[in-house]
């Protein structure tokens, strides 16, 4: 008689899983466009009004984030709520992946059970794969939603879905010897290359392990065979570069395929330096917070036999090269942002509940202490993850509060009485995220010039790419001074030392500029924190600085007078 868990087990964990991903749903439709996404939105916004990226607006983000931007703003509409209907359009894709992904066939599992007299796994087909997808999605939806406003829509967010559904049909390609499967797979994975250039690494990984599989003999009569390399290569091959083509389209249309090249040069490594964590740091923050659903798992997988431990299975397999690419990806960023660690999340989640409900199922011929340990641990993995991961994290997610957003409001109010619609192209951000380019997005006011990240300003005064920047605004100062100067009290990746207006330090010359020829107008300071994630934080502050004498020539801060020692 097989053993099975109690059927209310597995209708309990559905259910708390199922209404506390449903409370995402409910309680975030009306949160506000923040943080890294209102800049791109801005940036996608000012693309549409003629400003060309990398030639006239300095970024270092990859031409896919805007392409992509810009084709969600055109299907959704350009508000906040249009942003949640896209945020929820790329959970609802990802959970179509892990669902796909838990309930494809997994060939050669007849002849694995046959080949062990210790277990069988009776939750390697479809029939159980609901319960799998079911988990996975729940907890990456609730992850995400858990880790606040600032990250819905992030790129390292849309990278994931598209790699992990790119995965999802890899696998049926590789099953069913789908053409049309694997050219989606090509399609997606390349459109994941124009958002991270890290994207490739797992897609030729898995078309190698995808060639390995269709050349294996076939374990059963729905096995990969060697006919199945011709019927997904090509096609995979043919559609992976219809992304970056189109890229290239863009950048020559905007004539700055140049501008973007040495954009690669100078600015992408210079971030790329910026904010390093430890190692350790980067692997515990990469798993929070499931480091003990992680931790009962990679138990199941010590338990096992060691040939049961790891079934070769093709979608596993695709799914583990998902995992160390995460990992990779985490550590080659080294910043431990939150929205860092979503293509690993998307990969080990499913990989956790595919072998955890596999664990549910051990059939021994008499109940040895390991398979009841085994049974115990995938219990308590799915409990965790079911019954306080999930509700906890929708508690979370309900505790947000989202209409305080007293930095936008405040400055909307102090431009709106400067002039509001007069200031476009008059008015200028020393910011990179704190609000001020949602501020400007929201007034659809055009800034004075291109520069909208701090950090490019206020780093290492000996870095080519500081140089670069601070060569461009002091051009900018000189040709068309902005009428308003808004710099807001912290700098991006600076921290701690980089508060309270000190990273102005990092540049006297401009420090000076400000107080020569510009008037502080306004000064506002936060009169309480705002709760947009897991803890309180201070909004920042911001100075708004109004031209002395708009009629006379304006004098442009020196490059010379800088503190080169200081780095962000």
């Known amino acids: 008689m097989r053993f099975q868990p109690a059927r209310l087990f597995r209708i309990a964990l559905a259910a708390s899983l199922s209404l506390s991903a449903l409370a995402f749903f409910v309680w975030s439709w009306r949160w506000p466009l923040v943080g890294d996404a209102s800049l791109i939105h801005y940036i996608a916004w000012l693309i549409g009004r003629g400003w ?271 995992v160390l690419f995460g990992v990779v990806n985490c550590i080659v960023q080294a910043r431990a942002l939150p929205y860092y660690r979503y293509p690993l999340l998307a990969f080990l989640l499913p990989l956790i509940a595919l072998d955890l409900t596999r664990a549910l199922d051990l059939l021994p011929p008499a109940p040895p202490r390991r398979a009841l340990a085994i049974q115990a641990l995938a219990v308590l993995g799915l409990g965790f993850g079911g019954f306080f991961l999930a509700p906890q994290s929708a508690i979370l997610i309900h505790g947000y509060r989202w209409r305080e957003t007293d930095f936008i409001s405040s400055l909307t109010q102090d431009l709106d009485a400067l002039g509001g619609q007069q200031l476009s192209h008059k008015v200028l951000c020393i910011d990179t995220n704190s609000g001020c380019g949602n501020v400007l997005y929201n007034m659809r006011l055009e800034p004075s010039n291109g520069i909208l990240s701090d950090f490019f300003l206020f780093g290492d005064g000996t870095a080519p790419a500081v140089r670069q920047m601070r060569q461009a605004l002091v051009r900018a100062l000189a040709t068309d001074p902005p009428q308003v100067i808004v710099v807001t009290g912290t700098l991006y990746l600076g921290g701690a030392d980089a508060l309270d207006y000190r990273k102005l330090d990092r540049w006297p010359a401009f420090a000076s500029f400000l107080a020569d020829d510009y008037t502080l107008h306004t000064a506002w300071s936060p009169t309480r924190n705002a709760r947009w994630w897991s803890r309180d934080e201070t909004p920042a502050s911001y100075r708004i600085y109004v031209r002395r004498g708009p009629s006379a020539p304006p004098t442009p801060p020196s490059l010379n007078q800088s503190s080169p020692g200081a780095h962000p």
């Open 52 to 322: 060309a990226p990398y030639r006239e607006l300095a970024d270092m983000n990859m031409p896919g984030s805007y392409l992509i931007e810009i084709a969600a703003m055109r299907l959704f509409g350009s508000g906040a709520l249009a942003w949640r209907l896209y945020d929820f359009t790329l959970m609802a894709v990802a959970a179509a992946s892990f669902f796909a992904i838990a309930r494809s066939r997994n060939p050669g599992a007849a002849s694995m059970a046959a080949s062990s007299s210790w277990v069988e796994p009776v939750g390697t087909g479809s029939g159980d794969g609901w319960l799998a997808g079911l988990f996975a999605a729940s907890l990456f939806i609730l992850i995400h939603g858990r880790d606040g406003l600032a990250q819905c829509g992030q790129r390292d967010l849309t990278m994931a879905v598209c790699l992990v559904a790119a995965t999802a049909f890899l696998v049926h390609s590789v099953q069913r010897r789908s053409a049309l499967f694997a050219a989606a797979f090509g399609l997606l994975s390349g459109i994941a290359c124009t958002i991270k250039p890290t994207a490739p690494l797992l897609t030729v990984a898995q078309l190698a392990l995808a060639l390995y599989a269709a050349h294996a003999p076939a374990r059963s009569e729905h096995g990969p065979r060697k006919s199945g390399a011709r019927a997904f290569l090509l096609p995979a091959a043919l559609a992976y570069p219809v992304a970056p083509a189109m890229v290239l389209a863009f950048l020559m249309r905007e004539r700055a395929l140049a501008a973007f090249l040495a954009t690669l040069h100078t600015l992408v490594p210079y971030y790329a330096s910026l904010g390093h964590r430890p190692l350790s740091f980067l692997l515990l923050h990469s798993l929070s917070p499931l480091l003990p659903l992680a931790v009962a798992w990679l138990a199941v997988l010590a338990l096992l036999p060691r040939r049961r431990s790891a079934p070769r299975e093709f979608r596993r397999d695709a799914l583990l090269l998902g």
